[in-house]
């Protein structure tokens, strides 16, 4: 049974950061591309960055890049997201995901995923 639980969410001013982790159990992390999502109220899912286990390949959506920054510890099978020079557009519900390499096609589609965590949520201030 496979599960990701986020941790790391919290409440900061603007210009902040946070780090945001997902510890996953129940999968081998190599065959598995790994995903942030965020969801703010009344808006769509949307991927902010991915990882391929397997090689180590990184994306990021236009908004984070060069604000965010993911990574992994596959010993520990932990994703991790930092977060740097937050603003307030970020505010939303976070959360991992996991998805087949061989069948995921778009990185930053909701649907190419399989499992999810439960979301930590971050809120920033102006």
């Known amino acids: 049974q496979v599960q990701l639980v986020e941790s790391g969410g919290g409440s900061v001013q603007a210009g902040g950061s946070l780090r945001l982790s997902c510890v996953g159990s129940?999968?081998?992390?190599?065959?598995?591309?790994m995903g942030w999502f965020r969801q703010a109220p009344g808006k769509e899912r949307e991927g902010v960055a991915a990882m391929y286990s397997a090689g180590g390949s990184t994306y990021y959506h236009a908004s984070v890049k060069g604000r965010f920054t993911i990574s992994q510890d596959n010993a520990k099978n932990t994703l991790f997201l930092q977060m740097n020079t937050l603003k307030p557009e970020d505010t939303a519900m976070y959360y991992c995901?996991?998805?087949?390499?061989?069948?995921?096609?778009?990185?930053?589609?909701?649907?190419?995923?399989?499992?999810w965590g439960q979301g930590t949520q971050v809120t920033v201030s102006s």
């Open positions: 129940g999968y081998t992390a190599s065959r598995y591309v």
């Open positions: 995901a996991a998805g087949h390499t061989a069948a995921l096609r778009d990185v930053f589609s909701q649907y190419g995923y399989n499992y």
